[in-house]
C-alpha cells in the first residue's frame, strides 16, 4: 500500500489491513500528505440493517446498554490450512494470527464502530495450531460498555456471525447482517461492491472514503490486545506462575 502510495495511486486495502498498527498510521499518513484516497476493507458496515443500527445508537441509548456480545463459529477443514504456495495458513507470521483476526474482524470492527472505543481487554486462548488460535475468548470494554467475544473455527457447524447488545429495556441481535431476526438473501459481493463504489465516489469526489484506515485501527487494536494477553496468560500457565498461583484460564463455551 505504501508503494502505491508513493506511486502516485490511491488504495483500498483487504481486511485486516496489516497485523501492525504502525503501518495502519503510515498508510493513513502517506496518504493524506499525497492528497490520494486510502481505503479499508470492512464491507459488513454497508448492510442496510447495520447502518440502520448504527443510526438507531443515540447518545441517550448508548447510556443505557448494559452489555454487549460477539459469537463467531466458523467451519475449516484441516484441508483450509494446508492449500495455497507455502500453506501460508500455518503460518503466524503471514497470518497474523487466526479465527480472531481473519473472521473475528468483521463483527468486532461493527461493535467498535458502533459503540465505541476499547479498553481493557483479556484474551485466552483454547485451541492452537501452531501457533494459530482455533478458539478463543475474550473481555473488554467499549466506551463504558462491558464487551465479551467468542470466536472458534475448525470441524464444528457453520453458524452466522452475530453481536447481541442488551439495553435497560430491550435487546438487539444482529445475525449474518440481518437485525433482530429480518431474514433475506444477502449478497456478499454486493456489500462488497457498495463498499467499492463508495470508494470510487470518493476518489471522483475528492472526499474521504466512509471507511479509512484510521477507521479500523480500533478494531485491530483491540485484537492486538486480546493477542498479546492470551499469549501471556498462556505462557503463565506453561510456567506456572503468576505470584506462585496458576491462572485459571476461562473455558469458551459450546455456543
Not at 448508548?62 to 500455518?90: C, D, V
Not at 466512509?210 to 478494531?219: A, G, K
Request: net charge negative.
Amino acid at each position: 500500500a505504501l508503494k502505491a502510495l508513493e506511486a502516485g495511486f490511491h488504495v483500498l486495502v483487504e481486511k485486516p489491513f496489516d497485523t501492525s498498527l504502525e503501518m495502519i498510521a503510515a498508510v493513513q499518513d502517506s496518504a493524506e500528505r499525497k492528497g490520494l484516497q486510502a481505503g479499508a476493507i470492512a464491507q459488513h458496515r454497508f448492510a442496510a440493517d447495520v447502518i440502520a443500527l448504527q443510526r438507531s445508537i443515540s447518545p441517550e441509548l448508548s447510556g443505557n446498554i448494559l452489555s454487549a456480545s460477539i459469537h463467531i463459529q466458523r467451519y475449516r477443514a484441516p484441508e483450509y490450512f494446508q492449500k495455497g504456495a507455502g500453506a501460508w495458513r500455518q503460518s503466524v507470521d503471514l497470518m497474523g494470527g487466526g479465527v480472531l483476526i481473519t473472521i473475528g474482524f468483521h463483527y468486532l470492527d461493527l461493535a467498535c464502530w458502533l459503540l465505541g472505543p476499547p479498553t481493557d481487554a483479556r484474551g485466552w486462548f483454547e485451541e492452537e495450531v501452531n501457533g494459530i488460535e482455533l478458539a478463543v475468548a475474550g473481555a473488554f470494554k467499549l466506551g463504558p460498555i462491558p464487551c465479551s467475544v467468542e470466536a472458534r473455527w475448525g470441524e464444528v457447524e457453520n453458524r452466522k456471525d452475530r453481536l447481541s447488545i442488551v439495553t435497560a429495556e430491550r435487546s438487539m441481535e444482529l445475525c449474518g447482517d440481518w437485525l433482530n431476526g429480518n431474514q433475506g438473501n444477502l449478497d456478499r459481493v454486493e456489500l462488497h461492491a457498495r463498499q467499492l463504489n463508495d470508494f470510487a465516489g470518493a476518489i471522483l469526489e475528492g472526499r474521504p472514503p466512509l471507511v479509512t484506515p484510521r477507521d479500523v485501527e480500533p478494531s485491530l487494536r483491540l485484537i492486538q490486545e486480546l493477542y498479546e494477553t492470551a499469549r501471556s496468560t498462556k505462557a503463565m500457565n506453561e510456567s506456572g506462575i503468576e505470584n506462585n498461583k496458576q491462572v485459571d484460564v476461562a473455558p469458551i463455551s459450546g455456543r
